[in-house]
């Protein structure tokens, strides 16, 4: 079957970093989304990596490793409106999102 | 701005009267999705449309239909709303299928409760 893990939640503080991160069992792979959710709200697409390596934009950067069926999201400068749901999905060889089921992250002060 | 809307923002509905869930989008993409998502879960894909070529998920309920009279908007119609239908139900769309790049673009959602 296809799967995707990340951990149910995380904590941290203002101003500090983080790393949320998802492994992944899929047939085929064509891309790994992560996706941003605030509570009562739809996702919203942050990043997008095919290759391995790593991809920054701004605070957050994301990672991949194929060969490991892992990525990271990175989060720097921690604001408290980065308290979300990060969702991580995989395109597997028929093009379909297979999705996580998010990791809920806390901002405390 | 191009955008998707979803209307409306709450649903609430009786068990078993039918109800339908609207989506617009101003992007001009292809592909429209409609997912489910109950609390704390990942989004689970119910059908999409590539254009007006219509795609069922294998263990979507009968009870779920949809329509796409154009390419703007789309129809999540329930026939008979069971308690288990609450959801915040996603609307999105993609440019293209079948391409790995190709990013999904999801509405505020539409928030069912079945009372």
């Known amino acids: 079957g296809q799967n995707i893990d990340q951990p149910t939640e995380m904590t941290a503080t203002e101003g500090a970093i983080v790393q949320i991160n998802c492994t992944y069992q899929t047939s085929g792979f064509n891309g790994l989304f992560w996706y941003q959710q605030h509570a009562g709200e739809a996702p919203t697409f942050l990043s997008y990596?095919?290759l391995d390596g790593l991809e920054e934009k701004g605070r957050f950067s994301s990672f991949l490793s194929r060969s490991k069926g892992y990525s990271y999201l990175l989060l720097k400068e921690l604001q408290m409106k980065d308290s979300a749901s990060y969702l991580c999905?995989?395109?597997?060889?028929?093009?379909?999102?297979?999705w996580g089921a998010g990791t809920k992250l806390i901002i405390k002060p | 701005d191009a955008m998707v809307i979803q209307n409306p923002r709450y649903q609430v509905t009786q068990f078993g009267k039918p109800v339908t869930l609207s989506c617009s989008q101003t992007l001009n993409h292809n592909v429209m999705y409609w997912y489910q998502q109950k609390s704390s879960q990942a989004p689970k894909l119910l059908f999409h449309?590539?254009?007006?070529?219509?795609?069922n998920e294998a263990d979507t309920p009968d009870n779920f239909q949809s329509r796409r009279p154009n390419t703007s908007f789309c129809f999540l119609d329930i026939r008979s709303p069971g308690l288990g239908d609450a959801a915040m139900y996603l609307c999105?769309?993609?440019?293209?299928?079948?391409?790995?790049?190709?990013?999904?673009?999801f509405g505020p959602g539409t928030r069912l409760t079945v009372l």
């Open positions: 999105a769309t993609s440019r293209e299928e079948g391409k790995g790049s190709d990013t999904q673009y």
């Open positions: 449309y590539y254009d007006k070529d219509f795609n």
């Open positions: 990596n095919v």
């Open positions: 999905a995989v395109m597997d060889s028929n093009y379909q999102l297979i």
